[in-house]
Structures are given as C-alpha cells and as structure tokens.
C-alpha cells in the first residue's frame, strides 16, 4: 500500500514539474509587484499613441519569442562578440521592432519592483496590452517565465513560419508546438492590425491568381515587381482597419485579400476555410478563440523554477 501511495506521489510530482506550464499562475507578481498590471499598460498605452503600429510590432515580438524554444524572452537578447542571438535570423531582421519600448517598460518595471519580473512576462503582458489597446479582447496573462541565458539563431531560421508557407507547412508547425487549426487560424487573426514589407507579399500580388484583381493593383501601387527596388515599402496586413483588432482580416480572406501567401492559405479550397468562415460571421468566437490560442501559446516551454534567470537588462543576460 506504502508503495502504491509513493507512485500516486511521484507521478503527481512529475506531473507539476514535468509540465512546468503548471507553474504559471495569473496572479504571480501580486504580492511581489502589485503594480506590474498598471506600470506595463501605461507604457503600452503611451507607445501605441505614439505609434499605431507598435501594438502588432509588440504581440509579433511575443509570437517570435514562444515559437523559438519557448516564451524565454531569448528573442530581446542582443547579439555580442562572444553570442549570436535571433535579432538578426532571417524573419526577425529589418523586421522586429519595438525592442526599445519593452526596454522602457522593464525600466519602469524595475523602478517599481527590482529585480522581481523577467521580461519573457513583460513581453506577455505587453502582447495582451497592444490587444486591448486596439480594441481587441482582454484575458488573464499567466505568469511566472524565466529569461532564457541563451538564444538560438538556427532556431529561429527553422521555427518561424515564413509568409511563403503552405497550409500544410502551417498546420505540422503549429501542431508541434502543440497547436490546433482552430489555433492557428485564430493566432492568424493577429494580422487584423499590423504591417507588411513588400519582400514579404512580391511574389503573392505579381504571380498568385487566388486574390483579387483590385486589391492585387493597390498593393503593386507601393510594390515595385523587381527585386531590391521599394524592398521595405510597407502595406497593411488588413485593408480595411488596420490598427484595430476585429474580424476584418478573415474578411479580407473569403474576398480573396489575403496579403501574405500564408495568409490566404487559410482560406484556399483546404481544411481551415470553415473556421475562417465562422470568423467572418462571429466575431466573438474569434475573441474568445484568440484569447484560448494567446493562453495555449503562452503556456510554450516557459523556463520557470530554478531554471533560467530575472534578467537586469532585456538585452543581455546578467
């Protein structure tokens, strides 16, 4: 009997520190930093009136962190003599942004309680901020991630879809991550505010035939078809509200104005056109889909407990 209660003990004790997701609570900080909610929002806030744009820049941030080796705030790390980071992997180069802004709000983060919030949660947080902000669903972000000490480039190379991917690529990415359709269709919908650099549509609006004439001749307008010319001339992610957090982006797709090919895979003839569909009518469901998918994400891998560290500076590990 004595042995039977050891296993029941172990196996619960496996499942808390095996799944360090398990971890993680919403109300991590509430006594170590009360005012960690409130401080991150101001900074948020203050960012996104400076530029509309920055919201996306900040929830891309979080997406391009959890995807790597999970939500370690690895991507923040600058590259130095001695260390590679995944700044400069191929999606994030000339292409992340909004470093400075989680610089500022982990400043303002430390004045307040030093030496208490990683920045792998700042960076949760501030992904949940930039949605509520542009008027998209608020949720409890969970906390209590460690920064990573290290960061991988080649991961980075490898685990971040590009704007290029089929359907099938999408959904075996998503899947080993441990994501369903309904979430990446969902975590997809991100791209309701936000924008694009020309590289990364040029082949869609010149050689596709799955998307609308009007729409492929407004984008070639600001997208030169040759190479090198007009490269970061940017375009919105969706046409139609583009800093606001709503449905219009699977709109966009049934109509056939889906600007990355990644996009309009979604809604292409396969096995996601049905979830888009019920995104276009209901945009509720999109909400609380987003917000499940955001949780799911979050829960990726996070270093918690003894492993990794607080850093001082997002930039460099201590």
Not at 20 to 33: D, E, G, R, V
Not at 45 to 70: P, Q, T, W, Y
Not at 123 to 150: E, H, M, Y
Not at 184 to 204: E, N, W
């Amino acid at each position: 009997m004595a042995t039977f209660k050891n296993i029941i003990c172990l196996a619960i004790l496996i499942f808390l520190f095996g799944n360090s997701s398990a971890q993680l609570s919403t109300n991590f900080y509430s006594k170590s930093c009360p005012k960690l909610f409130s401080t991150v929002e101001c900074a948020v806030k203050s960012a996104i009136l400076k530029e509309a744009r920055m919201g996306a820049s900040l929830l891309r941030l979080f997406f391009h962190d959890c995807f790597v080796n999970g939500c370690d705030g690895s991507v923040l790390l600058d590259d130095t003599s001695s260390f590679t980071g995944e700044k400069n992997a191929i999606p994030n180069r000339n292409s992340a942004r909004g470093f400075d802004v989680i610089d500022n709000i982990k400043s303002a983060v430390e004045n307040t309680c030093p030496g208490v919030v990683s920045c792998a949660d700042i960076l949760a947080i501030a992904a949940r901020d930039s949605v509520v902000t542009l008027g998209g669903p608020n949720w409890n972000v969970k906390l209590g991630r460690k920064d990573a000490k290290t960061a991988s480039r080649a991961a980075a190379n490898n685990g971040i879809p590009p704007p290029t991917s089929n359907l099938n690529a999408l959904i075996s990415r998503f899947s080993a991550l441990g994501l369903s359709n309904k979430d990446l269709v969902a975590l997809s919908g991100s791209h309701t505010i936000g924008q694009a650099r020309c590289t990364s549509f040029r082949a869609r609006i010149y050689n596709e035939s799955n998307l609308d004439a009007s729409f492929a001749r407004t984008r070639q307008g600001n997208c030169p078809r040759a190479n090198g010319s007009g490269d970061n001339n940017l375009a919105p992610l969706d046409l139609q509200t583009p800093t606001n957090f709503d449905n219009n982006y699977f709109k966009n797709l049934v109509n056939q104005r889906g600007l990355l090919h990644s996009d309009q895979q979604l809604y292409n003839g396969g096995s996601t056109d049905s979830i888009v569909s019920s995104y276009t009518n209901n945009p509720n469901t999109f909400y609380s889909d987003f917000v499940s998918a955001m949780i799911k994400m979050g829960d990726i891998r996070p270093l918690t407990g003894s492993n990794g560290e607080i850093r001082k500076n997002c930039r460099r590990t201590n």
